[in-house]
């Protein structure tokens, strides 16, 4: 299943499902929003605060429900990451998303929620950029609305120009797309949530972790078979994933040779989306191919109507 197409005058859906956010950020968003042509609906616990959860579960998962059952609303865009999506999957009514589809979108903490809606209702999710995220930038914001408002063709999704995708393992691979936040993908494993990568392609991304934490949920993904059922990957940014030495570590990019590149599937990295700049919006659950010899990747479907 796929969402309508955004357009301009649409409602947007603005929920906290995570960690909450400065209030006056809020504004800020809301304004930014608006200045592109889009009415906004607040969720009714967007601006709540519970430690570092905006809010009870309860309400979180009341917002996010509320959004999908509102027919007024075009499109949900929850405000920022953090932590907390994993908490609310339990009370989420799968059957009104079934059938209320619509656009959702995120990434980093909401890859949880991105992951699990594709599976459980079939329907086409987005990594891409939150309330919170910076929308000045050009090509984040290009990728945003070309997606959301003309995705109902097949195409293809490129780095911006001067930034080339790296062609590690040659050869083509087809599956769904699948993944975003390489911690919560982990944190999904041995529960009903966990991510499902059979003959599917996996697309990774993480921020300021060290690269034996990498190694360590790469081996916990390997261990798990999950990394061996994958057709294909997409290694996204890894932000503040270095080191100022490596007298007693490996490098990110040695833990990639070890853990994927030595599986000999087609990959592709130095994709510009994760927590960094620009932040290409990348569709979770649509069937793409990535081309390792072109250094493409192709949307074979519509991924909105």
Partial sequence: MIGKRLKKGC????????????????KDSISTLRNHGFNIKEGNFLYEKRGYLAGGDKERA??????????????????????????????????IIKNNPKIFIGYSDITALLNTISSRCDLITFHGPMGNSNFNDIETLGSFLTTLMNGHR????????????????????????????????????????????????????????????????LTQLHLSGKLEQC???????????????????????EVMLDRILSLNKPTLSNFMCGHDYPNLTLPIGAKGEIDCDKGEINILEPVVK
């Fill in 154 to 217: 097949p195409y293809k999704l490129l780095n911006p120009l001067g930034i080339n995708l790296t062609r590690n393992i040659g050869g083509k691979a087809v599956g769904k797309i699948v993944g975003g936040n390489l911690s919560l993908i982990t944190a999904t494993l041995g529960t009903p949530y966990e991510i499902d990568t059979k003959n599917n392609i996996l697309f990774m991304e993480d921020i300021n972790e060290q690269p034996y934490v990498i190694d360590r949920m």
């Fill in 231 to 253: 057709s294909g990957f997409i290694i996204g940014q890894f932000t503040g994933c270095s080191l100022p030495n490596y007298e007693k570590s490996l490098t990110t990019n």
């Fill in 62 to 95: 009341q917002d996010f429900m509320n959004m999908f059952k509102d027919e007024s609303v075009d499109m949900i865009l929850c405000m920022r990451g953090g932590y907390g999506s994993m908490r609310i999957l339990p009370l989420i009514d799968y059957e």
């Fill in 11 to 26: 409602i947007i859906g603005l929920i906290s499902p995570s960690s909450p956010e400065n209030p006056e950020k809020i």
